[in-house]
């Protein structure tokens, strides 16, 4: 395709793809928001002003540094927001390592064969660390379908262009374009939608009340992280099958405008949704009222989502 040195020309202009429905009940309403001729951009240091009950600070500058110390009887910590973790070392001296997600999980230890649980529901990954490998874990841990898919894409992008292994950098490409499939056709256990409201694709997860579903996505957290995942194994797909990427951009243009879209001429998404000019950074924070400002979360991962605004057209 074509690649425009004018960085600020729209992705598109034209409505997004047929396979995303479109609502127009989101949940947060606009409060003292007069129309506009494109959307509002939900991420911006100053939502306050425009949120919840109106009467947060707005800090030009919102940086803040926590420690959040463990708790619980063993110990848990939070190595990441949502996310629990435990140590455990056992009588061969060996360590696991154990992260969980959804609901707070409480563990006890009641014996050195037993560790007892309160009722849970989401998700655990347990690792064994061999060494040395905890910070890698703690880095990891919390990954959805978007980072698996994206360092798939990474092994097979590997295996044809680095190891030459042109056949089984195939059957690798096969299965993951088998699995990227779930996403293009939008039948992932949330569906995005199009959301009118606001402007931007969003996950249907928090329609039915729970404001955290799919880390806020219905509310724009994180849009930046999660569709910058999919943008990067797209782009790889998309170089290793360049049919597959004529067929599928459509779909991973509508994400890269959600995120990146560089023009007030796209009718359909804000400009610039995460990145802020002023802070020279994103901000992943949605649509909540913060009495403490707004955050970035991840600044590695708004890194790899601006690398893959570039990569993706080239």
Not at 30 to 42: C, E, I, R, Y
Not at 109 to 136: H, R, Y
Not at 140 to 160: D, E, R
């Amino acid at each position: 395709m074509a690649v425009s040195p004018n960085i600020f020309q729209p992705i598109a202009t034209d409505a997004p793809p047929s396979q995303f429905s479109r609502r127009g009940d989101h949940p947060v309403r606009k409060l003292g928001v007069q129309a506009q001729n494109s959307p509002v951009s939900t991420n911006k240091f100053y939502a306050n002003f425009f949120l919840g009950s109106q009467s947060a600070p707005t800090w030009t500058h919102p940086y803040s540094v926590a420690w959040s110390k463990g708790g619980g009887v063993t110990k848990s910590i939070s190595p990441k927001p949502g996310v629990t973790k435990y140590i455990i070392i056992l009588e061969d001296g060996k360590t696991w390592l154990l992260y969980a997600f959804g609901q707070p999980l409480e563990l006890t230890v009641v014996n050195n064969g037993l560790i007892q649980g309160n009722f849970f529901i989401g998700v655990i990954q347990i690792a064994k660390d061999p060494g040395g490998a905890e910070s890698l874990y703690d880095l990891s841990c919390g990954t959805w379908a978007t980072g698996a898919l994206a360092k798939f894409a990474q092994i097979t992008y590997i295996l044809n262009t680095l190891l030459h292994d042109p056949a089984l950098a195939q059957t690798s490409l096969t299965t993951l374009q088998r699995a990227f499939s779930k996403f293009t056709t939008n039948t992932q256990q949330f569906p995005l939608v199009y959301d009118t409201s606001w402007g931007g694709l969003v996950s249907s997860a928090s329609y039915a009340g729970d404001p955290g579903a799919d880390f806020g996505n219905t509310y724009y957290n994180d849009h930046h992280f999660h569709y910058g995942y999919f943008i990067y194994a797209a782009s790889l797909i998309g170089h290793l099958d360049p049919v597959w990427a004529v067929a599928n951009k459509p779909w991973v243009d509508a994400l890269a405008r959600d995120i990146a879209n560089a023009s007030p001429d796209d009718p359909w998404f804000p400009h610039y949704r995460n990145f802020d000019w002023y802070h020279g950074h994103s901000f992943a924070h949605g649509l909540y009222e913060t009495f403490d400002g707004r955050d970035q979360e991840s600044s590695s991962e708004d890194a790899m989502s601006a690398k893959q605004s570039i990569r993706y057209p080239v």
